[in-house]
């Protein structure tokens, strides 16, 4: 079965520092999103992609993210200067359609982020 | 803001038994979909029930909508230790809303006992 696979799995960083966290959707999708999970609390939304633009962002994600296509098949999340705040698992995940279509969204297994 | 949001927060039963997870949300949603999360991994899709469909099944699984309640059951049949896990309930908007992002409820914790 065609599953979201995310690298790293595991990433400890210094406060400040920049980190690429990157993701390779389902092959034939065309909707990629970036969720995150702090340890014990919800999943949360962070931003949607559609056609090489963000479709959609939340209160979270602000001028530290960004998000890039730069090739056929990845999809990366970065994070400019990190924050003790910003430990979490961060879930990519892609769909074929967005919204009425029935928009089953597919997850990786996650990428844990831990700022020290 | 629409919210998933499951109960009971933890359920522990005998291999065996039935499990049912409950989650109720707050506004008009499109689809309404059903998540697992092994402790520490990602999330598996497991079944998504749009807003004019009342019930499906797959497998041992079924899934019920109440929309007029804004709710949303999971019952697991014949439960297994397998099935032990965290499980989520995830809602979009409604069509025309212009957002296609899930908002996620805290989930309901399972334990499985062999």
């Known amino acids: 079965e065609p599953e979201v696979t995310q690298t790293p799995s595991h990433q400890v960083t210094q406060m400040g520092q920049e980190v690429i966290l990157r993701c390779v959707p389902i092959?034939?999708?065309?909707?990629f999103y970036w969720y995150r999970q702090i340890l014990g609390q919800k999943v949360e939304f962070l931003v949607s992609?559609?056609?090489?633009?963000?479709?959609?962002k939340s209160e979270i994600f602000d001028d530290q993210f960004s998000v890039e296509r730069p090739d056929g098949s990845n999809f990366t999340l970065k994070i400019r200067s990190t924050k003790l705040e910003d430990s979490a698992m961060y879930f990519c995940?892609?769909?074929?359609?967005?919204?009425?279509?029935?928009?089953?969204?597919?997850f990786g297994e996650g990428s844990w982020l831990t700022v020290v | 803001s629409q919210q998933g949001e499951e109960d009971p927060q933890a359920l522990s039963i005998q291999e065996g038994e039935n499990a049912t997870m409950n989650c109720s949300y707050k506004?008009?949603?499109?689809?309404l979909q059903w998540y697992r999360q092994n402790s520490g991994r990602g999330l598996v899709h497991l079944i998504l029930?749009?807003?004019?469909?009342r019930e499906k099944h797959s497998g041992r699984l079924r899934v019920t909508l109440d929309t007029s309640k804004k709710s949303s059951s999971l019952l697991i049949t014949a439960s297994r230790a397998a099935d032990t896990a965290s499980y989520f309930c995830?809602?979009?908007?409604?069509?025309?809303?212009?957002?296609?992002?899930?908002?996620f409820g805290k989930g309901t914790k399972l334990s499985v006992i062999p």
């Open positions: 029930i749009r807003s004019n469909e």
């Open positions: 995940a892609s769909s074929g359609t967005g919204g009425f279509f029935g928009n089953t969204i597919y």
């Open positions: 506004t008009s949603i499109n689809n």
């Open positions: 992609f559609y056609n090489n633009e963000i479709s959609e």
């Open positions: 995830a809602t979009d908007a409604p069509p025309g809303a212009g957002s296609y992002q899930l908002t």
């Open positions: 092959s034939n999708h065309l909707y």
